[in-house]
């Protein structure tokens, strides 16, 4: 809970994992912390606006809730040139949209040490749009990557984080997962940092701030460098551990994240002892530590077993390393430990089971029972009950296509609304709608109507209606101005009333040259009706404010 | 401090807007009283919207994983008739069910009714304790929003929960915003009268 993040020394209190990422990072002594909310990472961003807003607000620690992603990740690495320690955290679809600016930052490197949180969500337990497994930045950003598996080391990890990231003047990427992000577990405390009193400088460097040709590929050459001293200094860490004796087995796994909590159970409960390589980083590999773990020093072994959540990232790894050093090593991944959903307990004990040759009964399912579907609902009188019954009645008998954005209003997908076409990622449904209208005929065509949220216009929506009056589509655009990030726990955003300078949404959409715009309230039916009806007759693009405040903000006041 | 109990592993189960999170973490903080390992899981976002939720604690002397694996739950706490179906997977023919005899509807959906849900329990265990905590607390306390407390509670006196009534209090009264407090230790004290009927 909130209160515990900023208890004693030495105490020992219980922590979910993101409040234990901010703990980390106030142990640090972090100065900057940006982000853009995004489950399962939105409680780190949360409990430091908390922070902000309370008597024990910490002086010298600056907050912010950014407009996106890559905005937020831009920020933080302003403040690190300057020296300052910052945090950007979002989820694995925010880094996405700020790796425009991560490539040629993990090229430059920092100055003050820089942390960037990424939370994953297999099995989309938050998220629509894809399974996305961040650990591919490895890959192409070059950014060294590590992956805590409790609470107690999401502390730990962001702090050792911070140092290493100062150390190599690299940003450091902390990967949580769901069950990593939203696991509270008992976490012993250290002194939170009171030296904030540090005055970020930016002291010019253009050899390393500007990444232009031809210093650009001297910067790349010297990020590889930089990568294989960290590689060396993480096969020294403890963070990349050994349980059990690596000599007494013929058979070995390697794991990390929240699969190695369930190896350890799988293993207890098998009352088994089999040597785990337990992974804290995931880039740069210890891989002389893993060479020898997989080679003929730990006595041979046969058979090694990589537990990892979706894609066999690891598993490739050691599958190139066993080919130096044991040929006849067989690595076992993917073909029996499943690449799409998250694994859980009973999965990877029987993984094990299996590989170990040890008889174990799954539970018995033959009386698997239906309860009925509970699909989550719009709330009972949120606005957008509104919205939804309004656009039915006023396209009842029009061939129309209803694009979806992300945000609550996406259960329009759901019954009893079921008026979603298509549903990609933030923003996106400005950008679809205008290639659908431009391919569609014009005349006696179908007609488009598109949601797309307040809190989403901001992040992406802006730069795709530009583009539609630009270029001259006539979808109808109706920004659902609940007036707060709702899906995400309510944050808020621009134009939300908590910001007392905030940004008008119509002087935005008419600076943008939108001629058709009207703000109504969707709770006058009859109007919001008529509204719509004339809309969709317009040749140019049209826009309809649906003002009318979250209940959860009326609930605040 | 007694610290023989290897492990002890709860489900509970309900709609996002039940409290379950609450619950969650008056058990974490009350097993943490008492010297025991904790890891819980819980999810946030779509999921609450009123939806199915399922979260998870689990505690003893060393306790690695966050979830309770298939068939592996020591006891499924129902905060709703319906949901206890969806514990099922936890369960086995040991595994207690506590459920609040409270019916939250589905929009267009039929339901089955409390014999049909009991009997397809008692395919899997037959203990099960079904008790009308939202009534309860709605006619001896004016609101049903703390049912849940009120069923962690009574489980802690009937012992169906290894966790001591006094930890549970403590817990409460850390975690239970101040304003609500009163009415928290009305409805743990208003568990220990029934406890004894
Ligand atoms: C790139 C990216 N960042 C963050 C998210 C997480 N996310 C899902 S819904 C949402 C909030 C959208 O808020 P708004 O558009 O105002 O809609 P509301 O929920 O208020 O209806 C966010 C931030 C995401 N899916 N993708
Ligand atoms: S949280 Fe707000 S916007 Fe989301 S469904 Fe509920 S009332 Fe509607």
């Known amino acids: 809970m909130f209160e515990n993040i900023l208890e004693k020394e030495n105490k020992k209190v219980i922590l979910l994992g993101n409040e234990a990422i901010v703990r980390g990072a106030l142990e640090a002594g972090v100065q900057f912390v940006s982000?853009?909310?995004g489950t399962p990472a939105s409680e780190i961003g949360n409990s430091f606006y908390q922070i902000q807003n309370s008597k024990d607000e910490i002086k010298g620690l600056y907050f912010e809730f950014s407009v996106n992603e890559k905005v937020a990740m831009e920020a933080a690495g302003g403040a690190s040139f300057c020296g300052l320690r910052s945090l950007v955290a979002m989820k694995n679809f925010g880094l996405n949209v700020a790796s425009d600016f991560l490539l040629p930052l993990v090229y430059s490197g920092v100055k003050g040490g820089m942390v960037i949180l990424s939370a994953d969500d297999p099995s989309c337990h938050s998220s629509a749009q894809s399974e996305e497994n961040t650990r591919a930045f490895a890959a192409l950003a070059h950014i060294p990557i590590l992956e805590p598996s409790t609470p107690q080391e999401c502390k730990d990890f962001v702090k050792f984080a911070f140092d290493l990231s100062e150390k190599f003047e690299i940003p450091i990427m902390v990967r949580e997962?769901?069950?990593?992000?939203?696991?509270?577990a008992p976490v012993k405390l250290s002194v939170i940092s009171d030296q904030l009193s540090k005055k970020g400088k930016f002291v010019k460097d253009h050899k390393k701030f500007v990444t232009m040709p031809p210093r650009v590929l001297e910067m790349h050459q010297e990020l590889l460098e930089k990568i294989e001293k960290i590689r060396e200094f993480s096969e020294n860490s403890k963070i990349?551990?050994?349980f059990g004796n690596p000599t007494s087995s013929k058979l070995g796994i390697i794991t990390s994240g929240v699969s190695y909590l369930y190896v350890k159970e799988a293993l207890k409960e098998l009352n088994l002892d089999i040597p785990v390589l337990k992974l804290g980083f995931f880039n740069p590999l210890p891989e002389e530590k893993i060479k020898k773990f997989i080679g003929p020093s730990a006595g041979g072994l046969i058979k090694v077993l990589i537990v990892e959540e979706l894609e066999?990232?690891?598993?490739?790894?050691?599958?190139?390393?066993?080919?130096e050093v044991n040929c006849d090593l067989r690595v076992i991944g993917k073909d029996s430990v499943p690449?799409?959903?998250?694994?859980?307990?009973?999965i990877v004990i029987q993984v094990i089971a299996e590989f170990t040759g040890k008889k174990y009964k799954i539970q018995d399912t033959k009386y698997k029972i239906h309860g009925a579907k509970r699909h989550p609902q719009l709330c009972p009188g949120c606005p957008y009950w509104f919205v939804f019954n309004g656009v039915k009645k006023a396209a009842k008998d029009m061939d129309v296509i209803f694009g979806g954005d992300i945000g609550c209003y996406m259960l329009a997908g759901f019954s009893p609304h079921n008026i979603q076409d298509y549903l990609y990622c933030m923003g996106s449904s400005i950008g679809i709608a205008h290639g659908i209208k431009k391919?569609?005929?014009?005349?006696?065509?179908?007609?488009?109507?598109?949601?797309?949220?307040?809190?989403?216009f901001f992040h992406s929506g802006i730069p795709a209606l530009i583009n539609t009056v630009f270029n001259k589509s006539n979808p109808l655009i109706i920004i659902m101005n609940n007036s707060t990030t709702a899906m995400t726990g309510h944050q808020p955003h621009p134009s939300a009333p908590a910001e007392p300078d905030g940004i008008e949404i119509e002087n935005i959409v008419k600076a943008c040259g939108v001629k058709n715009l009207k703000t109504i309230d969707p709770a006058k039916q009859k109007e919001f009706i008529q509204t719509v009806q004339k809309f969709l007759k317009k040749d140019e693009v049209s826009i309809i404010i649906a003002r009318h405040p979250c209940i959860f903000l009326k609930k605040k006041k | 401090m007694e610290k023989s109990l290897e492990q002890f592993n709860i489900v509970i189960v309900g709609t996002g807007g039940q409290g379950l999170i609450t619950l969650l973490q008056i058990l974490a903080e009350a097993a943490l009283i008492e010297g025991y390992d904790i890891r819980t899981s819980e999810l946030h976002g779509l999921s609450q919207r009123g939806g199915s939720v399922e979260v998870h604690i689990r505690f003893g002397k060393e306790i690695y994983s966050p979830l309770v694996a298939q068939g592996g739950a020591d006891l499924i706490l129902a905060l709703e008739i319906q949901e206890s179906l969806k514990g099922v997977y936890f369960a086995n023919e040991n595994t207690t069910f506590l459920i609040n005899k409270f019916f939250i509807p589905i929009l267009g959906e039929k339901l089955l009714n409390e014999e049909e849900i009991l009997k397809e329990l008692k395919k899997i265990s037959k203990n099960h304790v079904l008790i009308p905590a939202a009534d309860i607390c709605e006619k001896e306390l004016g609101s049903n929003v703390v049912a849940g407390v009120y069923l962690l509670s009574y489980a802690s006196f009937k012992k169906i929960i290894p966790l001591k009534p006094n930890s549970i209090l403590k817990a409460i009264q850390k975690i239970v915003p101040k304003k609500h407090y009163d009415l928290n230790k009305k409805t743990f004290e208003l568990a220990k009268k029934y406890e004894k009927n």
């Open chain 1, 312 to 323: 066999p990232y690891l598993e490739n790894e050691v599958n190139k390393l066993a080919k």
């Open chain 1, 439 to 456: 391919a569609a005929p014009p005349a006696g065509g179908q007609k488009l109507i598109t949601f797309i949220g307040d809190s989403t």
């Open chain 1, 240 to 242: 990349n551990s050994i």
């Open chain 1, 177 to 184: 997962t769901t069950r990593v992000a939203h696991q509270s």
């Open chain 1, 339 to 346: 690449e799409v959903g998250e694994l859980k307990p009973e």
């Open chain 1, 35 to 37: 982000t853009y909310p």
